[in-house]
């Protein structure tokens, strides 16, 4: 993994350098954050806020939600609203981006990062949780993107999608995770492709992440994965970024997701063996 630095730093983009107001680029822009109750969707949703935004956020958790709507208006958000219910249901999914129709008649940007609680262990061959988390990591995704499309092509918006590491490389004990998150990754790709074709002015960005510090993440890997997190306060920006320069990608932290996505196919044994080493098996035997 010791690539030189400076090649590394020659072959990073950078985003930053060539951002020049993000406050002014996404100030009256209209938004939905999934997710935005808790970690990173809760962090997008303040960052947006003090960009002026316009936010619609949604999460399962009302009260949780209200509080975040109340801390982005505190922020500056130019309005914050919240609808709350579950990404199981396909209707819902669709109810979300109605409400946005009504309440703005349009939509810039639409932020899909809610994920459906699993386990961080042995995949334990429970097919009524693979299809459960496929409805709420990936099938809603989809949902709402369709409900989402006239809006978006009429405004040239932008889909941002909060994928992992996990959608690109296969990871144990995500096993169920890992492969919503690789649908998304399938179904979102091949989409930006029929967008360019058909001339679509829709941006799609995916986000590549490795471990942030969230709340549910430390506690799913605790004692169990050995790698250091990153912050979900700038991940957050992060994605926000990538979202708003359009750009097809987003790897985060780069130097931890970039180089190993890249060596995948070129040393596939290493990468995994370099995975598993991350992995601290004494504390999973202890469940
Ligand atoms: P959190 O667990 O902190 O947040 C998940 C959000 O989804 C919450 O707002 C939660 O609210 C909501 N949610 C859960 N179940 C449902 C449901 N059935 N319907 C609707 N909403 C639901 O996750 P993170 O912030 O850690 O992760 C955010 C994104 O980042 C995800 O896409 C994840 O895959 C990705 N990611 C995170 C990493 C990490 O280490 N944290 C690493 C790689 C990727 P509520 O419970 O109230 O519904």
């Not at 981006?97 to 262990?121: P, Q």
Request: charged content about 20%; overall charge positive.
């Amino acid at each position: 993994m010791a690539l030189p630095r400076k090649l590394l730093q020659a072959i990073k983009p950078q985003a930053s350098r060539f951002f020049p107001q993000p406050a002014e680029m996404l100030k009256g822009k209209r938004v939905i954050v999934t997710g935005a109750s808790t970690g990173i969707g809760e962090q997008i949703a303040y960052h947006l806020a003090r960009m002026g935004s316009h936010l619609l956020i949604t999460a399962r958790t009302e009260a949780q939600l209200q509080q975040v709507v109340a801390q982005c208006l505190e922020l500056g958000a130019a309005s914050a609203r919240y609808i709350n219910g579950s990404m199981e249901d396909m209707k819902f999914a669709q109810a979300v981006v109605k409400k946005a129709e009504e309440l703005w008649g349009s939509l810039d940007m639409l932020i899909l990062n809610h994920i459906g609680k699993s386990y961080f262990n042995y995949f334990d061959w429970d097919i009524r949780h693979v299809q459960k988390l496929m409805d709420i990591n990936f099938l809603s995704y989809v949902t709402m993107t369709i409900s989402a499309l006239p809006m978006l092509k009429n405004s040239g918006g932008s889909i941002v999608v909060v994928s992992s590491m996990a959608g690109k490389i296969g990871f144990p004990f995500t096993v169920t995770y890992s492969a919503t998150k690789f649908a998304l990754h399938g179904f979102f790709s091949s989409l930006r492709q029929e967008f360019v074709m058909q001339n679509t002015n829709v941006s799609i960005t995916l986000c590549i992440l490795g471990l942030i510090n969230t709340e549910s993440a430390m506690k799913a890997v605790s004692g169990r994965f050995t790698s250091p997190p990153a912050p979900k306060e700038e991940c957050a920006l992060e994605i926000i970024k990538g979202g708003a320069l359009r750009q097809r990608e987003v790897y985060y932290r780069y130097m931890d997701t970039k180089i190993f996505t890249v060596l995948r196919d070129w040393a596939p044994e290493f990468i995994d063996y370099l995975i598993r080493k991350n992995y601290n098996m004494d504390n999973l035997k202890q469940d």
